[in-house]
């Protein structure tokens, strides 16, 4: 049996408090704190996908995935700093993340329900990438995608 330590809401609102006032010493945060903003973010992100994908013009959900994502970021700056900052260092952080990658693929219709997993999730962070480059511009591997 597993378990896993869990966090609670004014936990994770603490962590963000503590972000928005940067020290020369910071506390540490843990896996179960990154798992559960990662949560929070994801929750948010899937809310605006589907507003985003609801009022979307054919052919382009691409633009309207990448448009919702960067208004979540830029409103929840303070969650996606704080993920952002830990995402190399942790590996449960980087697993929990898969989920998001795949959803911003299939979302924006570079890659289908029945694709690998592997594959969806290559692409959603090829997207995602993008995305955060702001450029407007699909690599080379998307663009043929989409």
């Not at 843990?30 to 009022?55: K, M, N, P, V, Y």
């Not at 997993?117 to 955060?132: D, K, N, Q, T, Y």
């Not at 407007?136 to 998307?142: A, D, F, R």
């Amino acid at each position: 049996m597993t378990f896993t330590t869990s966090t609670t809401y004014a936990e994770l609102n603490a962590v963000l408090d503590q972000a928005r006032r940067p020290s020369a010493n910071p506390v540490p945060v843990t896996d179960a704190q990154l798992l559960g903003l990662q949560h929070r973010w994801t929750t948010a992100l899937s809310a605006r996908l589907d507003e985003a994908i609801e009022f979307a013009e054919p052919r382009q959900e691409v633009e309207a995935v990448a448009n919702a994502w960067r208004t979540l970021a830029s409103d929840l700056d303070t969650l996606r700093r704080v993920l952002d900052a830990n995402e190399t260092s942790s590996e449960a952080l980087a697993n929990a993340m898969r989920p998001e990658l795949r959803m911003l693929a299939i979302t924006a219709g570079l890659s289908g329900l029945d694709a690998p997993s592997e594959e969806s999730v290559r692409v959603g962070h090829s997207l995602r990438r993008a995305i955060r480059s702001g450029n407007g511009k699909l690599p080379q591997e998307l663009a043929h995608a989409s």
